[in-house]
């Protein structure tokens, strides 16, 4: 069902669930002690301390740039979500080395990101079960897969439901004519 290039084996694979605020960690840096490991992350864990006043520091330094045109300030967008990657990424990494008891050296390699979204949503627990043990079986203990295929699935299933929820929240707007990006094609008199 899935098939994965080993040659281009992320150090770090983090699994998101865009509609919910927490997500997987799996630290394959084999160089580290103690490693591979799996953690479960909360948006709030990334967010903590100075997060946001060092995120508006730095928005601030771009939007007041000096040398700056107009078109740069069309670019923007872009840089903003750079620096957003750039600080949640420390962060993610900060949280996931706190068991460390010497600070990583030199470069994390590359961080892999799936996304449970669109058609992943749609996988049975024996499809997720096959990509798990696709991707992390040569790389993780087989206590951790089972522990990883449980968690994923389970937040897998909560990410299905928010899903749903939104879905039917957007189609309540939609017949009420609540806003929203659509058009009113049938809208209620009020007396």
Known sequence: MFESKRENESAVTLCIFPHLREFVAIDNRRSLPGRPVVKALKHDEVTSGDFYQRMEQDFSKLLRRPEQG??????????????????????????????????????????GVMFFAGGLLSVDEGQLKEVIEELFDDVLAPGQVRDLHSRLFSLLKQERDAVAAASKSELAKLILGDGGPYVTLWGRESN
């Open 70 to 111: 107009f078109l740069g300030m069309m670019a923007m967008p872009q840089e903003v979500e750079a620096l957003l990657r750039a600080h949640s990424m420390r962060r993610v990494m900060e949280s996931i080395n706190s068991d460390l008891t010497e600070p990583a050296k030199g470069e994390v390699g590359s961080v």
